[in-house]
């Protein structure tokens, strides 16, 4: 070997050695950015689950908030409250609950900024509960108002009622009190010749017509006007002698039809007698015991007998 070649062979390992060392510093490198890289995907990792445990939670509360003025705004129309205002807090909640569901999740602004407004909507929901305590106290007030109330009307109505049943009692009264009484029930014949007798009894033969005369008893009560009365005469059988060609007809007492021999219709004024009935069979009186009754306004004034032999 020449003295020329020693020196090329040196360089060359020389050359390579630098060249490793080169090689050697770059895989090293390379390393470090790597290392480093996946330290910084790390954090971001830890950052994003952060992100997103805290969204999950600004959610929850969110959607717990709307189930919260969901039973506020029951109670509120319950207690007969205005909801229009808890109303709209509502949609505000679920427009902010949307907003954290959307692609934008991740946004620390967007956490931070609900997380400002969850704060304003617990002092709202603080100020509805008050809101609504308020209205319990009122509708408690006003309960015991009613109850108040009712108990005056019910007592206003026991009184009314006591009333009305006295008033009826004292009708009741009044129209018995105000009932006419005959006084006195005469009973006369009128023969054939016009001649009028009044005996103990009489032959059938003599009888042409009856006059029935009867006084009404003195009574302040009974109200001054036209007053009707029906006459009845009935046989010793107990039929009702009389027909409608002849005068006779029906009228209601007790509740029912009643038939009656004839009626007349007179003015009472508590002063002047009433005019007499006179009354004319027709045919031939049985033998027997006759009565004879009188009615108005649907009780009876009076009644007599007379005898026909």
Aim: hydrophobic fraction near 35%; proline fraction near 3%.
């Amino acid at each position: 070997m020449t003295e020329n070649q020693l020196p090329s062979r040196k360089s060359n390992s020389i050359f390579f050695i630098v060249i490793i060392l080169f090689l050697a510093g770059i895989i090293v490198y390379q390393f470090y950015l790597r290392e480093k890289d996946k330290e910084i995907l790390d954090i971001q990792e830890i950052t994003i689950n952060e992100k997103s445990e805290d969204l999950s939670k600004v959610s929850t509360t969110l959607d717990s908030m709307r189930t919260e003025l969901d039973e506020k705004i029951r109670e509120i129309k319950k207690l007969g409250g205005d909801t229009a205002s808890i109303a709209n807090l509502k949609r505000e909640i679920e427009r902010d609950l949307k907003n954290s569901k959307a692609k934008n999740k991740r946004s620390l602004a967007l956490i931070s900024n609900l997380r400002d407004k969850i704060e304003i909507y617990e002092l709202q929901l603080s100020a509805k509960d008050q809101e609504i305590e308020k209205l319990k106290n009122d509708t408690k007030n006003l309960s015991n108002e009613n109850k108040g109330l009712k108990n005056q009307v019910v007592e206003k109505e026991d009184a009314i009622s006591k009333l009305a049943e006295e008033k009826t009692k004292l009708s009741q009264q009044v129209a018995i009190a105000g009932k006419l009484r005959a006084e006195t029930v005469r009973i006369s014949i009128i023969d054939s010749k016009g001649k009028e007798r009044e005996e103990e009894d009489y032959k059938a033969r003599k009888i042409g017509k009856l006059k029935i005369s009867f006084t009404i008893a003195d009574n302040p009560v009974a109200q001054i006007g036209s007053k009707e009365v029906f006459l009845r005469i009935t046989g010793p059988e107990g039929e009702t002698l009389g027909d409608p060609a002849n005068g006779g007809g029906t009228f209601s007492y007790e509740g029912r039809e009643s038939p009656y021999t004839s009626r007349l219709s007179f003015l009472f004024d508590n002063k002047q007698a009433p005019p007499s009935f006179i009354w004319e069979k027709g045919s031939p009186f049985t033998t027997g015991t006759h009565t004879i009754e009188l009615f108005s306004e649907g009780y009876r004034l009076g009644q007599a007998n007379f005898k026909v032999r």
